[in-house]
């Protein structure tokens, strides 16, 4: 669904992470259904929407943002900043550890708790976290990226229960391979190697066999936060292409 028939059009929405990849293709998808849209990011934004710039691993500034975000009314919240490291466990780096959580885990977290409020006393409002099939299944180095997702998934349980007596709904959206700047680690883009073409391209490990397009998130992510979802909330609802369904 998308354009004026989304069922966002009047909502005020912020979206972090929103001058690229899935954030960006959120907001842009929420704005052209109408919405007015604020993005947080640590990167200017593009044109069709206002951008902030927030230190999303800085929590004092995460809440001097929500402050002033839901003092004006916030219906809408997309989660979609997101950052990554390889942090091996036994060769964990801690202040590697302590920044991922910040911007993965926390800053979400702290959003929720100051824009639910807001969404709570209006008596509407809608929740989506980004988080990633690394909530349910990991791989070597990846400890850090994966407790955020997966405490972020518990997090967004917790706030659809306590937040469902007000009209607030809370899903996450959980991609698998998505083309973005994610993609590159060290330098690599994972989608362009060998092992990916052969392992899950040729040999079918993703069903679709292809990497995800950030507007197909984005679709989700908007119409779990309009008008006609009005009973899906505590919801993980993975966008891997069929990723995790098969050995």
């Known amino acids: 669904m998308t354009g004026r028939d989304a069922g966002v059009a009047g909502r005020r929405a912020v979206v972090t992470g929103a001058s690229n990849g ?3 293709a959120t907001a842009e998808a ?10 947080l990011d640590v990167e200017p934004g593009g044109p069709g929407f206002e951008t902030r710039l927030v230190d999303l691993s800085d929590p004092d500034a995460v809440v001097a943002a929500a402050g002033d975000l839901g003092g004006a009314g916030v219906d809408i919240l997309v989660n ?9 466990l036994l060769d964990l780096d801690a202040a590697d550890y302590h920044r991922l959580l910040a911007v993965d885990l926390h800053a979400p977290v702290l959003l929720m ?3 639910g409020g807001a969404m709570a006393a209006s008596g509407w409002g809608r929740i989506v976290n980004v988080t990633s099939v690394h909530a349910s299944v990991s791989e070597p180095g990846a400890l850090a990226y994966d407790v955020a997702k997966a405490g972020l998934e ?8 306590e937040l469902a007596p007000f009209g607030v709904l809370a899903n996450c959206v959980a991609p698998g391979f998505v083309a973005t700047r994610m993609s590159v680690v060290d330098g690599v883009d994972e989608l362009e190697t060998e092992e990916f073409r052969e392992v899950y391209v040729e040999r079918g490990r993703i069903p679709q066999r292809r ?3 950030p507007e197909e998130v984005a679709a989700l992510a908007l119409w779990l936060c309009g008008a006609d979802n009005t009973y899906v909330t ?8 069929g990723l995790t369904i098969r050995f």
């Open 154 to 161: 518990a997090a967004t349980r917790v706030a659809a229960i």
């Open 80 to 88: 979609c900043a997101g950052t990554f490291a390889v942090t091996p």
């Open 113 to 115: 708790k100051h824009l």
């Open 30 to 39: 929420l704005a052209a259904g109408g919405a007015s849209v604020v993005g």
């Open 22 to 24: 899935i954030g960006r």
């Open 211 to 213: 990497a995800c397009r």
């Open 234 to 241: 505590g919801q993980s609802v993975r966008v891997d292409g």
